[in-house]
């Protein structure tokens, strides 16, 4: 899905989320997004540090864990697909689980697309170019 | 290259055929011309044995036409040639690329795994850091890490992802067999060392402060979606190895060592010592 450009931060580039408890994986995804000149990333610790940064900027897409301490990856895509203002919002899923019911479920509840861990950098690079319309 | 690029034929393979297919064609149709213009000459001069004998000065003039025409179009061939090479150029760089980023982010793997141990002040913290690796860059599903314990000779299991430790026994120090060539290396672990796997692992990696043995990990089994080791996997055993062994040992000499306030003089002691 491809946002509009009214939803754009200030220096002209998409927001991005990412949610991920583990603290080298967090910096690994953050390293690989950084390679996509047009995206700017925050990093969330867990779902419940999600929703307070969810409360106050507007992210273009979120890239998130499902196995987290309190509010887990799955609780947090019902909850945003529930709320009108991120009900479009692209969610990519990043997880160990690699099982194709995981992989349904996940799809199911609202998540646009699946990557399992260990992940490879270009692939996380191409699924998010590819769910934001951006060129390769 | 990927192997459909190897079984397709190149594109410079592509161009030769073609530019081939196109000289073949370019030389019947300059003797077809030569022989319709040959055939018009015969028919309109009267003596035929006399105009025979020699090409008409229109005939030279389109020989030598078509001929400049055939230089023309090789100095255009080569140009094609050229940049056919050219594109493949590209291509060969495009792989070196995306090699240098693959090696980019290996790096950067390693460089946040290190920092991880460096900032891990306790055992657990050490264990999180393994499990962390292990699971997310690596794709392990499960392990055991095994604590060594001199006094008695043994191998303890301390932590374990993927079940309780209790169910791992014990295990006497190996003094032969996979495991010992595996735990006997006298420093961290490298790149082409024995992998020390059995039945019980697919490998079995020695965890050193410097040359003291300080613990194992097997490695039992990778998550359903990865099969196998790879060369981006060695380099973060190789860190485990070294920087693991040292983080359990120093998180617990800090846990046992009496609390002393830094003091100027004690430290520069230190210093150069």
Same mark, same amino acid.
């Given at each position: 899905?491809? #946002?509009?450009?009214?939803? *754009?931060? $200030?220096?002209?580039?998409?927001? %991005? /989320?990412?949610?991920?408890? +583990? ?13 996509? #000149?047009?995206?700017?990333? *925050?990093? $969330?610790?867990?779902?419940?540090? %999600? /929703?307070?940064?969810?409360? +106050? ?80 | ?273």
């Amino acid at each position: 899905m491809t #946002r509009s450009s009214d939803q *754009t931060n $200030a220096g002209g580039r998409m927001n %991005a /989320l990412v949610v991920e408890d +583990s603290p080298p994986m967090r910096k690994m995804i953050v390293f690989a997004l950084s390679r996509i #000149r047009e995206l700017s990333v *925050t990093e $969330a610790d867990d779902g419940v540090d %999600a /929703l307070r940064r969810l409360a +106050s900027t507007r992210f273009d897409i979120i890239i998130t864990d499902i196995n987290m301490p309190i509010l887990d990856g799955l609780k947090l895509v019902k909850r945003l697909r529930a709320d009108e203002n991120y009900k479009d919002v692209p969610i990519i899923i990043i997880t160990t689980e690699g099982a194709e019911e995981d992989r349904q479920r996940a799809l199911a509840l609202g998540a646009n697309a699946y990557i399992t861990k260990p992940i490879q950098a270009p692939q996380v690079i191409a699924m998010v170019r590819e769910t934001l319309g951006l060129p390769g | 290259m990927s192997r459909d690029d190897a079984e397709s034929p190149s594109l410079r393979d592509q161009t030769q055929a073609f530019l081939h297919e196109f000289f073949v064609k370019g030389q019947e149709l300059i003797r077809e011309l030569i022989e319709e213009n040959e055939r018009l000459r015969k028919s309109m001069a009267p003596d035929a044995a006399q105009s025979a004998s020699t090409l008409s000065p229109t005939s030279v003039e389109m020989v030598g036409r078509l001929m400049r025409q055939v230089e023309e179009l090789e100095h255009e061939a080569a140009e094609i040639r050229r940049i056919a090479g050219n594109v493949q150029d590209d291509a060969s760089y495009r792989d070196r690329l995306q090699s240098l980023e693959d090696e980019h982010y290996n790096l950067a793997a390693m460089y946040v795994a290190s920092g991880q141990f460096h900032a891990a002040a306790t055992v657990d913290e050490v264990l999180r850091t393994v499990t962390e690796i292990l699971l997310n860059f690596v794709g392990v599903a499960a392990f055991t890490l095994f604590v060594h314990d001199p006094s008695r000779g043994v191998l303890f299991p301390l932590w374990r992802e993927g079940g309780d430790p209790a169910d791992r026994p014990e295990l006497p120090r190996p003094t032969e067999g996979p495991l010992a060539d595996a735990l006997s290396i006298g420093r961290p672990w490298r790149t082409g060392d024995a992998m020390g796997a059995t039945d019980d692992g697919l490998m079995h990696l020695p965890l050193y402060a410097g040359t003291n043995l300080v613990g194992m990990i097997r490695i039992e089994s990778f998550l359903p979606q990865k099969s196998d080791f790879s060369e981006s996997d060695y380099g973060l055993f190789e860190l485990i190895s070294g920087h693991s062994g040292i983080g359990i040992e120093n998180a617990w000499i800090r846990e046992h060592a009496k609390a002393k306030p830094v003091e100027r003089q004690a430290i520069e002691q230190l210093v150069g010592g």
